[in-house]
């Protein structure tokens, strides 16, 4: 059973809608940071909604600034979403729970810490209000913070591996399709750990049932000074290939 818990301040307006919710989890690279290729621009779509700040509202790209705006891998995945997956009088729902600069080494996706808290609050608060609802997937990117701390792999592999099982326990959902990615490769170069960071990620893949792992091959950053994160035109294909994975993963039901 789905806790109750505060009201989403603009429910009402959506009393009758379905959502297939999609959780995204993880820092910057999911959150959205691409820069670039304006024309690539996700543009907003009456079928595409994100939970954000209590509200309900149309998806959009991250505003970074008064005048600018970053690619976010999750719109793209949304849109591939709706084109072959979202039935008739059914909306898709954005869950945004990533925040740049966290992981598990700085205890905020540990599943007593309160990113992770709020993700499972946001995901039951939506289910429980709307219950024609169902959730999709969950879009998981994260890691480099704990690469560039260091944090042991093994360490890694077992609370990233909790965090699946007590996630998809919380929202009572046991085969909830969980898509992870891996880092920009010329920013791996850069730090060597993070190679040990994406085999423990993608060992708990493997060994999990409906999860996947999407490569970021040919992928690039932004730019030399923000080569950490992917570009507009990057993130445009990770969707991509998220979604390709997530196609998969239903297939094999």
């Given amino acids: 059973m789905f806790k109750r818990f505060s009201l989403i301040s603009n429910a009402e307006k959506f009393k009758d809608t379905a959502f297939d919710v999609i959780v995204c989890m993880g820092q910057s690279n999911c959150a959205g940071y691409g820069k670039g290729n304006k024309e690539l621009s996700f543009l907003p779509d009456n079928a595409i909604f994100a939970y954000k700040n209590g509200k309900i509202v149309l998806a959009e790209e991250r505003r970074s600034s008064l005048f600018d705006y970053r690619g976010v891998f999750a719109l793209y995945f949304a849109q591939l979403y709706k084109n072959k997956c979202l039935e008739e009088n059914r909306k898709i729902l954005i869950l945004p729970a990533a925040v740049g600069g966290t992981g598990f080494s700085n205890s905020r996706w540990g599943v007593n810490d309160d990113l992770y808290l709020n993700a ?9 209000k709307f219950p024609d609802s169902k959730l999709a997937c969950v879009l998981w990117h ?23 099982n007590d996630f998809r326990k919380r929202v009572n959902c046991k085969d909830l399709p969980f898509i992870a990615g891996d880092y920009v490769q010329e920013w791996k170069k850069l730090c060597p750990h993070s190679y040990k960071i994406s085999e423990a990620t993608q060992e708990v893949v493997k060994s999990t049932i409906s999860c996947a792992y999407v490569s970021s091959e040919n992928l690039e950053g932004n730019c030399a000074e923000d080569i950490i994160h992917f570009s507009r035109k990057s993130l445009k294909e990770l969707g991509k290939r998220y979604f390709e994975k997530y196609l998969q993963l239903i297939a094999d039901k």
């Avoid at 499972?120 to 429980?128: F, L, N």
């Avoid at 994260?142 to 699946?164: F, P, R, V």
């Fill in 142 to 164: 994260q890691g480099e913070t704990d690469a560039e701390n260091g944090m042991d792999a093994i360490e890694y592999k077992e609370k990233l591996s909790l965090l699946i």
């Fill in 120 to 128: 499972v609050r946001m995901t039951c608060e939506i289910m429980q």
